[in-house]
C-alpha cells in the first residue's frame, strides 16, 4: 500500500466517515503532495522541521514510543491557511474539522513510515533534519 492510501484511510477514519477514502485522494495529494502526486515523507518531515518549537514533536513521531500531539492550528501554521482552507472546501467540511483530523493524522502517517527511527537516523538526528530543510529555503 503507498502513502497515498495510508493517508487517505487514515484520514476517513479520522474524519468518521464524513468523506470516503476515493474522495480524499485527490485533494490529499494537492494538500500534501510533491510534483509527482506523491507524499514524500522527507518533504514534509521537513516541513515540520523549519517550525520553531516542533523538533522535539517531530522527534517523538520519527522515533519510537508515544507521538507528540499536534494542535489543528499547528497544523495550518505550517500547511498554510489557503491550503487547508482549500482542502477543507475541496471536500465540503469545516476548517476547524479537517485542520483537526489532519493533525491527528499527519503524526501517525510520519511514525508508521519511519519505523524505528531508521529515517531520523537516516537524516542525521533532529539537527540533521533542521539542515536539510534549511538547505530548501
Do not use: C
Not at 3 to 17: C, D, E, M, P, R
Not at 65 to 70: E, I, T, W
Not at 71 to 98: M, P, R
Amino acid at each position: 500500500m503507498d502513502i497515498i492510501q495510508i493517508a487517505t484511510q487514515l484520514l476517513s477514519k479520522q474524519l468518521g466517515g464524513s468523506a470516503d477514502s476515493n474522495s480524499l485522494t485527490g485533494p490529499l495529494t494537492s494538500l500534501l503532495g510533491d510534483s509527482s502526486g506523491q507524499i514524500n515523507i522527507a518533504d514534509l518531515v521537513s516541513k515540520f522541521a523549519t517550525q520553531g518549537g516542533l523538533q522535539n514533536m517531530l522527534g517523538s513521531w520519527l522515533g519510537d514510543g508515544k507521538n507528540a500531539s499536534l494542535s489543528g492550528q499547528q497544523l495550518t501554521d505550517i500547511l498554510g491557511q489557503d491550503k487547508v482552507s482549500n482542502f477543507a472546501s475541496q471536500l465540503g467540511l469545516g476548517e476547524s474539522e479537517v485542520s483537526s483530523a489532519l493533525a491527528s493524522v499527519i503524526p501517525q502517517l510520519i511514525d508508521s513510515n519511519s519505523s524505528g527511527g531508521s529515517l531520523l537516523e537516516q537524516a542525521g538526528g533532529i539537527s540533521g533534519l533542521s539542515n536539510m530543510a534549511k538547505s530548501f529555503f
